[in-house]
Protein backbone atom coordinates (compact mmCIF):
# COMPACT_ATOMS: atom_id res chain seq x y z
CA UNK A 1 0.00 0.00 0.00
CA UNK A 2 1.12 3.25 -1.13
CA UNK A 3 1.53 6.07 1.57
CA UNK A 4 -1.05 8.56 2.79
CA UNK A 5 -2.45 11.30 5.05
CA UNK A 6 -5.27 10.99 7.09
CA UNK A 7 -7.63 13.38 7.99
CA UNK A 8 -11.60 13.96 9.95
CA UNK A 9 -13.06 17.03 8.22
CA UNK A 10 -16.23 18.16 10.54
CA UNK A 11 -18.74 18.74 7.91
CA UNK A 12 -19.91 17.20 4.42
CA UNK A 13 -18.82 20.63 2.73
CA UNK A 14 -15.42 20.55 3.89
CA UNK A 15 -14.75 17.20 3.42
CA UNK A 16 -15.91 17.66 -0.35
CA UNK A 17 -13.33 20.80 -0.23
CA UNK A 18 -10.90 18.96 1.13
CA UNK A 19 -10.88 16.06 -1.73
CA UNK A 20 -11.89 18.92 -4.43
CA UNK A 21 -8.61 20.75 -3.45
CA UNK A 22 -5.80 17.79 -2.43
CA UNK A 23 -4.73 15.91 -6.17
CA UNK A 24 -5.22 12.16 -5.81
CA UNK A 25 -7.39 12.50 -2.30
CA UNK A 26 -10.16 10.25 -1.56
CA UNK A 27 -13.22 10.13 1.01
CA UNK A 28 -13.21 6.64 2.76
CA UNK A 29 -16.38 5.34 4.69
CA UNK A 30 -16.63 1.41 5.06
CA UNK A 31 -13.55 1.21 3.40
CA UNK A 32 -14.11 -2.65 2.65
CA UNK A 33 -13.44 -1.67 -1.11
CA UNK A 34 -11.03 0.94 -1.15
CA UNK A 35 -8.29 -0.61 1.38
CA UNK A 36 -9.28 -3.95 -0.74
CA UNK A 37 -7.60 -1.66 -3.91
CA UNK A 38 -4.88 0.07 -2.12
CA UNK A 39 -3.17 -2.99 -0.94
CA UNK A 40 -3.14 -4.06 -4.74
CA UNK A 41 -1.91 -0.32 -5.71
CA UNK A 42 -5.25 -0.13 -8.12
CA UNK A 43 -6.28 2.58 -6.24
CA UNK A 44 -3.05 4.95 -4.76
CA UNK A 45 -4.44 7.63 -2.84
CA UNK A 46 -2.15 10.15 -1.78
CA UNK A 47 -4.69 11.64 1.19
CA UNK A 48 -7.64 9.95 2.48
CA UNK A 49 -10.90 11.89 3.56
CA UNK A 50 -12.67 10.00 6.85
CA UNK A 51 -16.15 11.02 6.14
CA UNK A 52 -17.39 8.51 8.73
CA UNK A 53 -17.90 10.99 11.46
CA UNK A 54 -20.23 13.43 9.82
CA UNK A 55 -23.31 12.06 11.14
CA UNK A 56 -24.57 10.82 7.57
CA UNK A 57 -25.93 7.96 9.23
CA UNK A 58 -29.43 7.92 9.71
CA UNK A 59 -32.48 7.05 8.12
CA UNK A 60 -35.37 9.49 8.37
CA UNK A 61 -39.26 9.55 6.98
CA UNK A 62 -39.50 12.31 3.76
CA UNK A 63 -42.52 14.94 3.52
CA UNK A 64 -43.23 13.16 0.37
CA UNK A 65 -43.75 9.97 2.21
CA UNK A 66 -40.49 8.02 1.02
CA UNK A 67 -37.07 7.36 3.23
CA UNK A 68 -33.99 9.29 3.06
CA UNK A 69 -30.94 7.49 3.51
CA UNK A 70 -27.57 8.54 4.82
CA UNK A 71 -24.76 8.06 3.01
CA UNK A 72 -23.30 6.23 5.87
CA UNK A 73 -25.93 4.02 7.09
CA UNK A 74 -24.38 0.70 6.80
CA UNK A 75 -25.78 -2.16 5.07
CA UNK A 76 -27.08 -4.54 8.01
CA UNK A 77 -28.36 -1.58 9.53
CA UNK A 78 -30.41 -0.51 6.11
CA UNK A 79 -31.80 -4.24 5.42
CA UNK A 80 -32.77 -4.25 9.15
CA UNK A 81 -34.38 -0.86 9.01
CA UNK A 82 -38.31 -1.76 9.94
CA UNK A 83 -39.73 0.46 7.19
CA UNK A 84 -37.03 -0.91 4.53
CA UNK A 85 -38.16 -4.46 5.20
CA UNK A 86 -42.20 -3.38 5.56
CA UNK A 87 -42.27 -1.08 2.61
CA UNK A 88 -39.41 -1.44 0.50
CA UNK A 89 -38.41 -5.35 1.03
CA UNK A 90 -36.54 -5.90 -2.59
CA UNK A 91 -33.58 -3.15 -1.52
CA UNK A 92 -33.35 -5.28 1.90
CA UNK A 93 -33.46 -8.47 -0.07
CA UNK A 94 -30.82 -7.20 -2.58
CA UNK A 95 -28.45 -6.02 0.62
CA UNK A 96 -28.81 -9.04 2.81
CA UNK A 97 -27.81 -10.86 -1.06
CA UNK A 98 -24.79 -8.73 -0.95
CA UNK A 99 -21.53 -9.73 0.73
CA UNK A 100 -21.02 -11.01 4.54
CA UNK A 101 -22.33 -10.44 7.80
CA UNK A 102 -18.63 -8.94 8.49
CA UNK A 103 -18.75 -7.05 5.25
CA UNK A 104 -22.59 -5.66 5.31
CA UNK A 105 -21.47 -4.02 9.14
CA UNK A 106 -18.76 -1.64 7.33
CA UNK A 107 -20.39 -1.70 4.25
CA UNK A 108 -22.24 1.64 3.31
CA UNK A 109 -24.85 2.84 1.82
CA UNK A 110 -22.85 5.74 -0.79
CA UNK A 111 -19.63 3.00 -0.82
CA UNK A 112 -21.86 0.08 -2.13
CA UNK A 113 -23.31 2.57 -4.64
CA UNK A 114 -19.59 3.39 -5.86
CA UNK A 115 -18.05 -0.11 -5.73
CA UNK A 116 -15.89 -0.62 -8.08
CA UNK A 117 -16.03 -3.81 -10.80
CA UNK A 118 -14.90 -7.11 -10.24
CA UNK A 119 -13.49 -7.86 -13.89
CA UNK A 120 -10.76 -10.26 -12.71
CA UNK A 121 -9.06 -8.18 -15.56
CA UNK A 122 -9.36 -5.13 -13.60
CA UNK A 123 -7.93 -6.61 -10.51
CA UNK A 124 -4.73 -8.19 -12.08
CA UNK A 125 -2.34 -5.24 -12.58
CA UNK A 126 -0.21 -7.57 -15.05
CA UNK A 127 -3.38 -7.23 -17.49
CA UNK A 128 -4.39 -4.39 -19.33
CA UNK A 129 -7.00 -2.70 -18.15
CA UNK A 130 -8.79 0.55 -19.78
CA UNK A 131 -10.56 1.53 -16.33
CA UNK A 132 -7.43 0.98 -14.22
CA UNK A 133 -4.89 2.07 -16.10
CA UNK A 134 -6.28 4.27 -19.48
CA UNK A 135 -4.73 3.36 -23.08
CA UNK A 136 -3.70 0.26 -21.80
CA UNK A 137 -6.32 -1.76 -23.64
CA UNK A 138 -8.99 -4.63 -22.47
CA UNK A 139 -7.66 -7.98 -22.06
CA UNK A 140 -11.25 -9.47 -20.72
CA UNK A 141 -12.90 -9.09 -24.50
CA UNK A 142 -10.83 -11.91 -25.65
CA UNK A 143 -10.34 -13.45 -22.22
CA UNK A 144 -11.89 -15.26 -19.64
CA UNK A 145 -15.26 -13.07 -19.89
CA UNK A 146 -17.98 -15.69 -18.27
CA UNK A 147 -18.55 -12.96 -15.48
CA UNK A 148 -18.66 -9.93 -17.64
CA UNK A 149 -21.36 -7.77 -19.47
CA UNK A 150 -23.52 -8.93 -22.22
CA UNK A 151 -25.16 -5.40 -22.78
CA UNK A 152 -23.96 -2.02 -22.24
CA UNK A 153 -20.48 -2.29 -22.51
CA UNK A 154 -17.51 -0.90 -25.66
CA UNK A 155 -14.65 -1.40 -27.40
CA UNK A 156 -12.79 -0.25 -24.14
CA UNK A 157 -14.74 -2.26 -21.61
CA UNK A 158 -16.67 -5.00 -21.07
CA UNK A 159 -17.26 -4.97 -17.08
CA UNK A 160 -19.91 -5.32 -14.65
CA UNK A 161 -20.70 -2.76 -11.89
CA UNK A 162 -20.79 -5.67 -9.36
CA UNK A 163 -23.61 -4.87 -6.61
CA UNK A 164 -27.13 -5.52 -5.26
CA UNK A 165 -28.25 -2.60 -3.83
CA UNK A 166 -28.26 -0.67 -6.33
CA UNK A 167 -30.13 -2.28 -8.97
CA UNK A 168 -32.84 -2.82 -6.25
CA UNK A 169 -32.48 1.23 -5.92
CA UNK A 170 -32.41 1.47 -9.49
CA UNK A 171 -36.04 -0.48 -9.92
CA UNK A 172 -37.37 1.83 -6.80
CA UNK A 173 -36.22 5.15 -8.82
CA UNK A 174 -34.09 5.97 -5.71
CA UNK A 175 -32.34 9.34 -6.29
CA UNK A 176 -28.72 10.39 -5.37
CA UNK A 177 -27.87 13.28 -3.04
CA UNK A 178 -24.62 14.91 -3.38
CA UNK A 179 -22.93 18.19 -1.51
CA UNK A 180 -19.73 19.66 -3.64
CA UNK A 181 -16.43 21.47 -2.65
CA UNK A 182 -18.99 24.51 -2.53
CA UNK A 183 -21.62 23.68 -0.67
CA UNK A 184 -24.06 23.07 -3.57
CA UNK A 185 -26.49 20.36 -3.38
CA UNK A 186 -27.38 18.01 -6.65
CA UNK A 187 -29.89 15.54 -7.03
CA UNK A 188 -28.65 12.63 -9.28
CA UNK A 189 -31.60 9.78 -10.53
CA UNK A 190 -29.90 6.71 -9.82
CA UNK A 191 -30.67 5.91 -13.39
CA UNK A 192 -28.08 8.68 -14.10
CA UNK A 193 -25.25 7.87 -11.58
CA UNK A 194 -23.24 5.03 -12.92
CA UNK A 195 -21.83 6.34 -16.68
CA UNK A 196 -21.87 3.65 -19.53
CA UNK A 197 -18.02 3.22 -20.19
CA UNK A 198 -17.98 4.53 -24.11
CA UNK A 199 -14.19 5.06 -24.46
CA UNK A 200 -13.71 6.91 -20.74
CA UNK A 201 -13.99 3.68 -18.89
CA UNK A 202 -12.08 4.70 -15.90
CA UNK A 203 -15.24 7.19 -15.24
CA UNK A 204 -17.49 5.10 -13.02
CA UNK A 205 -20.13 7.37 -12.32
CA UNK A 206 -21.22 10.81 -13.38
CA UNK A 207 -19.86 12.45 -10.34
CA UNK A 208 -17.89 15.41 -10.27
CA UNK A 209 -14.28 16.10 -8.65
CA UNK A 210 -14.54 16.46 -4.59
CA UNK A 211 -18.95 15.79 -5.10
CA UNK A 212 -19.65 13.62 -1.53
CA UNK A 213 -22.85 11.69 -1.49
CA UNK A 214 -24.93 12.63 1.37
CA UNK A 215 -28.00 10.24 0.98
CA UNK A 216 -30.15 8.59 -1.28
CA UNK A 217 -33.62 8.99 -1.41
CA UNK A 218 -36.85 6.66 -2.16
CA UNK A 219 -39.93 7.99 -3.27
CA UNK A 220 -43.28 6.38 -1.69
CA UNK A 221 -43.71 2.78 -1.40
CA UNK A 222 -44.66 0.73 -4.31
CA UNK A 223 -47.38 -1.70 -4.05
CA UNK A 224 -46.78 -5.11 -4.95
CA UNK A 225 -44.44 -8.41 -4.82
CA UNK A 226 -41.13 -6.96 -3.98
CA UNK A 227 -38.54 -9.74 -5.54
CA UNK A 228 -34.81 -10.01 -5.53
CA UNK A 229 -33.43 -12.97 -7.22
CA UNK A 230 -29.87 -13.51 -7.56
CA UNK A 231 -28.02 -16.19 -9.52
CA UNK A 232 -24.77 -17.21 -8.35
CA UNK A 233 -21.80 -19.72 -8.48
CA UNK A 234 -22.05 -20.91 -5.23
CA UNK A 235 -25.16 -20.40 -2.51
CA UNK A 236 -23.74 -17.41 -0.44
CA UNK A 237 -21.27 -14.83 -0.50
CA UNK A 238 -20.82 -14.39 -4.22
CA UNK A 239 -21.24 -11.99 -7.00
CA UNK A 240 -24.34 -12.18 -8.86
CA UNK A 241 -24.03 -14.07 -12.48
CA UNK A 242 -27.70 -12.46 -12.85
CA UNK A 243 -29.53 -10.84 -10.44
CA UNK A 244 -33.64 -9.53 -10.71
CA UNK A 245 -35.03 -6.76 -8.60
CA UNK A 246 -38.70 -6.52 -9.38
CA UNK A 247 -41.56 -5.16 -7.91
CA UNK A 248 -44.95 -7.50 -9.60
CA UNK A 249 -48.30 -6.13 -8.68
CA UNK A 250 -51.67 -9.13 -8.28
CA UNK A 251 -52.64 -7.55 -12.20
CA UNK A 252 -48.72 -8.51 -13.35
CA UNK A 253 -47.66 -5.32 -14.28
CA UNK A 254 -44.68 -3.47 -12.40
CA UNK A 255 -41.19 -3.09 -12.95
CA UNK A 256 -37.99 -4.59 -12.87
CA UNK A 257 -33.93 -4.35 -13.23
CA UNK A 258 -31.22 -6.62 -13.81
CA UNK A 259 -27.75 -6.94 -12.05
CA UNK A 260 -24.37 -8.60 -13.30
CA UNK A 261 -25.19 -7.87 -17.13
CA UNK A 262 -23.73 -4.62 -17.66
CA UNK A 263 -22.02 -1.71 -16.31
CA UNK A 264 -24.74 -0.13 -14.54
CA UNK A 265 -28.36 -1.76 -12.58
CA UNK A 266 -30.30 -2.31 -16.12
CA UNK A 267 -33.19 -1.21 -16.94
CA UNK A 268 -35.73 -0.59 -19.41
CA UNK A 269 -38.55 0.77 -18.50
CA UNK A 270 -40.43 0.85 -22.41
CA UNK A 271 -40.08 -3.14 -21.75
CA UNK A 272 -41.96 -3.19 -18.25
CA UNK A 273 -45.46 -3.13 -19.93
CA UNK A 274 -44.74 -6.53 -21.28
CA UNK A 275 -44.79 -8.17 -18.11
CA UNK A 276 -47.85 -9.65 -18.57
CA UNK A 277 -46.92 -11.39 -21.39
CA UNK A 278 -44.04 -13.20 -19.49
CA UNK A 279 -40.27 -13.17 -18.89
CA UNK A 280 -39.44 -13.52 -22.80
CA UNK A 281 -41.46 -10.74 -24.58
CA UNK A 282 -39.63 -8.44 -21.35
CA UNK A 283 -36.11 -9.99 -21.59
CA UNK A 284 -36.27 -9.87 -25.33
CA UNK A 285 -36.57 -6.11 -25.12
CA UNK A 286 -34.77 -4.96 -22.21
CA UNK A 287 -31.84 -7.40 -24.05
CA UNK A 288 -32.46 -5.66 -27.35
CA UNK A 289 -29.06 -5.17 -29.09
CA UNK A 290 -27.20 -7.13 -26.73
CA UNK A 291 -23.78 -8.18 -27.38
CA UNK A 292 -22.47 -11.11 -25.34
CA UNK A 293 -19.12 -12.48 -26.03
CA UNK A 294 -18.98 -16.68 -26.30
CA UNK A 295 -18.52 -16.55 -22.59
CA UNK A 296 -21.23 -14.76 -21.13
CA UNK A 297 -23.46 -15.66 -23.87
CA UNK A 298 -25.52 -18.15 -21.28
CA UNK A 299 -26.86 -14.71 -19.53
CA UNK A 300 -29.42 -14.05 -21.88
CA UNK A 301 -31.00 -17.08 -21.26
CA UNK A 302 -30.21 -17.25 -17.70
CA UNK A 303 -31.41 -13.68 -17.18
CA UNK A 304 -35.00 -14.97 -18.91
CA UNK A 305 -35.21 -17.83 -16.75
CA UNK A 306 -34.54 -15.66 -13.64
CA UNK A 307 -37.29 -13.39 -14.82
CA UNK A 308 -39.60 -16.18 -15.12
CA UNK A 309 -38.89 -17.54 -11.72
CA UNK A 310 -39.37 -14.09 -10.41
CA UNK A 311 -42.78 -14.14 -11.89
CA UNK A 312 -43.85 -17.26 -10.97
CA UNK A 313 -42.70 -16.38 -7.39
CA UNK A 314 -45.40 -13.16 -7.31
CA UNK A 315 -47.71 -15.07 -8.58
CA UNK A 316 -47.87 -17.89 -5.80
CA UNK B 1 28.45 -15.60 17.65
CA UNK B 2 25.24 -17.25 18.50
CA UNK B 3 24.53 -17.28 22.41
CA UNK B 4 21.71 -20.34 23.90
CA UNK B 5 19.08 -17.62 23.94
CA UNK B 6 19.58 -17.02 20.19
CA UNK B 7 18.36 -20.45 19.65
CA UNK B 8 15.31 -20.17 21.01
CA UNK B 9 14.02 -17.82 18.90
CA UNK B 10 10.64 -18.69 17.72
CA UNK B 11 9.51 -18.79 13.80
CA UNK B 12 7.65 -15.41 14.49
CA UNK B 13 10.80 -13.58 15.82
CA UNK B 14 12.54 -14.85 12.62
CA UNK B 15 9.70 -14.15 10.20
CA UNK B 16 10.05 -10.42 11.74
CA UNK B 17 13.84 -9.89 12.11
CA UNK B 18 14.16 -10.94 8.47
CA UNK B 19 11.55 -8.26 7.64
CA UNK B 20 13.79 -6.00 9.35
CA UNK B 21 16.64 -7.14 7.44
CA UNK B 22 14.78 -6.59 4.26
CA UNK B 23 13.19 -2.89 5.28
CA UNK B 24 17.19 -2.22 6.19
CA UNK B 25 17.88 -2.76 2.68
CA UNK B 26 15.34 -0.97 0.88
CA UNK B 27 15.62 1.94 3.34
CA UNK B 28 19.20 2.48 4.38
CA UNK B 29 19.35 4.67 7.62
CA UNK B 30 16.71 5.75 9.88
CA UNK B 31 16.60 9.22 8.37
CA UNK B 32 15.32 7.84 4.92
CA UNK B 33 12.60 5.88 6.90
CA UNK B 34 11.36 8.55 8.88
CA UNK B 35 10.99 10.99 5.60
CA UNK B 36 7.59 12.65 4.98
CA UNK B 37 7.69 12.20 1.07
CA UNK B 38 5.85 10.81 -1.04
CA UNK B 39 7.48 6.97 0.30
CA UNK B 40 7.74 7.96 3.60
CA UNK B 41 5.68 6.59 6.29
CA UNK B 42 3.20 8.91 7.89
CA UNK B 43 2.67 7.97 11.43
CA UNK B 44 0.20 9.08 13.85
CA UNK B 45 -1.22 8.87 17.59
CA UNK B 46 -4.38 7.16 18.44
CA UNK B 47 -6.04 5.21 21.32
CA UNK B 48 -8.80 2.34 21.55
CA UNK B 49 -10.00 -0.23 23.63
CA UNK B 50 -8.90 -4.04 23.52
CA UNK B 51 -10.37 -6.51 25.12
CA UNK B 52 -11.13 -3.79 27.94
CA UNK B 53 -8.02 -2.43 27.92
CA UNK B 54 -7.06 1.34 27.14
CA UNK B 55 -4.12 1.19 24.97
CA UNK B 56 -2.34 3.97 22.78
CA UNK B 57 -0.65 3.31 20.37
CA UNK B 58 1.90 5.64 17.38
CA UNK B 59 1.01 3.94 13.83
CA UNK B 60 1.63 4.21 10.19
CA UNK B 61 -1.52 5.56 8.47
CA UNK B 62 -1.62 2.66 6.42
CA UNK B 63 -1.73 -0.63 9.40
CA UNK B 64 -4.95 -1.90 9.31
CA UNK B 65 -6.69 -2.88 12.62
CA UNK B 66 -5.93 -6.52 12.12
CA UNK B 67 -1.48 -5.47 12.14
CA UNK B 68 -2.20 -3.43 14.88
CA UNK B 69 -3.24 -5.64 17.01
CA UNK B 70 -1.14 -8.14 15.82
CA UNK B 71 1.79 -6.95 15.41
CA UNK B 72 2.08 -3.84 18.00
CA UNK B 73 -0.33 -5.42 21.12
CA UNK B 74 1.06 -8.79 20.14
CA UNK B 75 -2.33 -10.40 20.50
CA UNK B 76 -2.09 -13.00 17.48
CA UNK B 77 -5.37 -14.70 18.09
CA UNK B 78 -7.14 -13.33 15.09
CA UNK B 79 -5.08 -14.37 12.56
CA UNK B 80 -3.90 -12.98 8.79
CA UNK B 81 -5.33 -15.43 5.98
CA UNK B 82 -6.63 -13.72 2.92
CA UNK B 83 -5.66 -9.66 3.91
CA UNK B 84 -8.57 -9.08 2.04
CA UNK B 85 -11.95 -9.69 3.48
CA UNK B 86 -12.37 -12.99 1.63
CA UNK B 87 -12.01 -15.52 4.39
CA UNK B 88 -12.95 -13.93 7.77
CA UNK B 89 -10.31 -15.24 9.77
CA UNK B 90 -8.96 -11.94 11.11
CA UNK B 91 -12.50 -11.27 12.26
CA UNK B 92 -13.10 -9.28 15.44
CA UNK B 93 -16.10 -7.42 17.35
CA UNK B 94 -15.51 -4.14 17.37
CA UNK B 95 -18.56 -2.02 19.11
CA UNK B 96 -20.22 -5.04 19.16
CA UNK B 97 -20.74 -5.71 15.46
CA UNK B 98 -18.17 -8.17 13.51
CA UNK B 99 -16.10 -7.03 11.20
CA UNK B 100 -13.20 -7.83 8.86
CA UNK B 101 -10.19 -6.33 11.11
CA UNK B 102 -8.17 -6.34 7.44
CA UNK B 103 -9.94 -4.50 5.80
CA UNK B 104 -10.19 -1.59 7.87
CA UNK B 105 -7.85 1.26 9.25
CA UNK B 106 -6.90 1.42 12.95
CA UNK B 107 -6.38 5.04 12.41
CA UNK B 108 -10.28 5.21 11.83
CA UNK B 109 -11.15 3.07 15.12
CA UNK B 110 -9.89 5.92 17.65
CA UNK B 111 -11.74 5.20 21.19
CA UNK B 112 -13.22 2.50 19.40
CA UNK B 113 -13.81 -1.31 21.71
CA UNK B 114 -12.21 -4.38 19.73
CA UNK B 115 -12.90 -7.29 20.98
CA UNK B 116 -10.45 -10.38 20.08
CA UNK B 117 -10.45 -13.80 20.19
CA UNK B 118 -8.39 -13.24 23.73
CA UNK B 119 -10.66 -11.25 24.94
CA UNK B 120 -13.90 -13.46 24.91
CA UNK B 121 -12.45 -16.04 27.32
CA UNK B 122 -9.02 -17.73 28.20
CA UNK B 123 -8.20 -21.51 29.53
CA UNK B 124 -9.99 -21.71 32.70
CA UNK B 125 -12.77 -19.24 31.86
CA UNK B 126 -13.85 -20.35 28.37
CA UNK B 127 -16.41 -18.44 26.57
CA UNK B 128 -19.58 -20.76 25.81
CA UNK B 129 -18.85 -20.69 22.09
CA UNK B 130 -14.52 -21.50 22.88
CA UNK B 131 -16.12 -24.47 25.08
CA UNK B 132 -18.73 -25.69 22.33
CA UNK B 133 -16.04 -25.66 19.13
CA UNK B 134 -13.84 -28.12 21.74
CA UNK B 135 -16.45 -30.12 22.11
CA UNK B 136 -18.00 -30.56 18.82
CA UNK B 137 -14.65 -30.44 17.24
CA UNK B 138 -15.19 -27.80 15.14
CA UNK B 139 -12.18 -27.23 14.06
CA UNK B 140 -9.14 -29.10 12.70
CA UNK B 141 -5.74 -27.10 11.54
CA UNK B 142 -7.50 -24.15 14.13
CA UNK B 143 -6.45 -21.02 12.01
CA UNK B 144 -9.59 -19.82 11.25
CA UNK B 145 -11.09 -20.79 14.24
CA UNK B 146 -10.79 -17.73 15.93
CA UNK B 147 -12.61 -16.06 13.28
CA UNK B 148 -15.16 -18.55 13.38
CA UNK B 149 -15.83 -18.07 17.15
CA UNK B 150 -15.99 -14.66 17.06
CA UNK B 151 -18.42 -14.66 14.07
CA UNK B 152 -20.52 -17.07 15.70
CA UNK B 153 -20.93 -15.05 18.96
CA UNK B 154 -22.01 -12.01 16.81
CA UNK B 155 -23.88 -14.19 14.79
CA UNK B 156 -26.13 -15.10 17.64
CA UNK B 157 -26.17 -11.64 18.79
CA UNK B 158 -27.43 -10.43 14.98
CA UNK B 159 -30.59 -13.04 15.17
CA UNK B 160 -31.48 -12.09 18.53
CA UNK B 161 -31.64 -8.46 17.52
CA UNK B 162 -33.77 -9.06 14.50
CA UNK B 163 -31.50 -8.72 11.61
CA UNK B 164 -33.04 -10.47 8.86
CA UNK B 165 -30.58 -12.72 6.51
CA UNK B 166 -31.07 -13.66 2.78
CA UNK B 167 -32.25 -17.13 3.98
CA UNK B 168 -34.98 -16.01 6.26
CA UNK B 169 -38.10 -16.72 4.98
CA UNK B 170 -40.13 -13.29 6.05
CA UNK B 171 -38.11 -10.42 6.49
CA UNK B 172 -40.29 -8.73 9.58
CA UNK B 173 -38.79 -12.07 11.25
CA UNK B 174 -39.02 -14.35 13.11
CA UNK B 175 -35.93 -15.17 12.70
CA UNK B 176 -34.59 -18.79 13.78
CA UNK B 177 -31.06 -20.48 14.61
CA UNK B 178 -31.44 -22.77 12.01
CA UNK B 179 -29.00 -24.91 10.11
CA UNK B 180 -29.96 -22.82 7.04
CA UNK B 181 -29.45 -19.66 9.03
CA UNK B 182 -26.58 -20.02 10.39
CA UNK B 183 -24.73 -21.12 7.61
CA UNK B 184 -25.93 -18.13 5.66
CA UNK B 185 -24.89 -15.67 8.15
CA UNK B 186 -21.39 -17.68 8.56
CA UNK B 187 -20.77 -17.70 5.09
CA UNK B 188 -17.77 -15.21 5.48
CA UNK B 189 -15.70 -17.04 7.62
CA UNK B 190 -14.04 -19.85 5.29
CA UNK B 191 -12.84 -23.29 6.78
CA UNK B 192 -10.38 -24.96 4.65
CA UNK B 193 -10.22 -28.36 6.73
CA UNK B 194 -14.03 -28.35 6.34
CA UNK B 195 -15.50 -28.30 9.80
CA UNK B 196 -18.23 -25.89 8.65
CA UNK B 197 -20.93 -28.88 10.43
CA UNK B 198 -19.40 -29.46 13.51
CA UNK B 199 -18.81 -25.51 13.48
CA UNK B 200 -22.85 -25.54 13.11
CA UNK B 201 -23.61 -27.98 15.75
CA UNK B 202 -21.63 -25.96 18.12
CA UNK B 203 -23.28 -22.26 17.06
CA UNK B 204 -26.41 -24.37 17.93
CA UNK B 205 -26.02 -25.69 21.15
CA UNK B 206 -24.63 -22.56 22.52
CA UNK B 207 -27.64 -20.80 20.81
CA UNK B 208 -29.82 -22.89 22.23
CA UNK B 209 -28.27 -22.79 25.86
CA UNK B 210 -28.80 -18.53 25.24
CA UNK B 211 -32.30 -19.07 24.54
Known amino acids: ?316 | MQSPGDLELNRRDLVAGASVAAAATAFPGSARAQSTDAEGAVLTKMSLTVNGERRELELDTRTTLLDAVREHLHLTGAKKGCDHGQCGACTMIVDGRRINSCLTLAVMHQNDAVMTIEGLGKPGDLHPMQAAFIKHDGYQCGFCTPGQICSGVAVIAEIRSGIPSHVSADLNGPYEVTDAEIRERMSGNICRCGAYSNIVEAITEVAGRQA
Open chain 1, 1 to 316: MKSFTYERPSSPAEAAATVAAKPNAKFIAGGTNLLDLMKLQIETPTHLVDVNGLGLDKVEATPEGGLRIGALVRNTDLAADARVRKDYGVLSRALLAGASGQLRNKATTAGNLLQRTRCPYFYDTAQACNKRQPGSGCSAIDGVSRQLAVIGASEACIATYPGDMAVAMRVLDATVETVDAKGGTRKIPVADFHRLPGDRPEVDTTLRAGELITAVTLPKPVVGRHIYRKVRDRASYAYALVSVAAIIGKDGTGHVAFGGVAPRPWRIEAAEGDLPKGAKAVTDKVFAGAKPTHDNAYKLKLAERTLGAVLSEARA
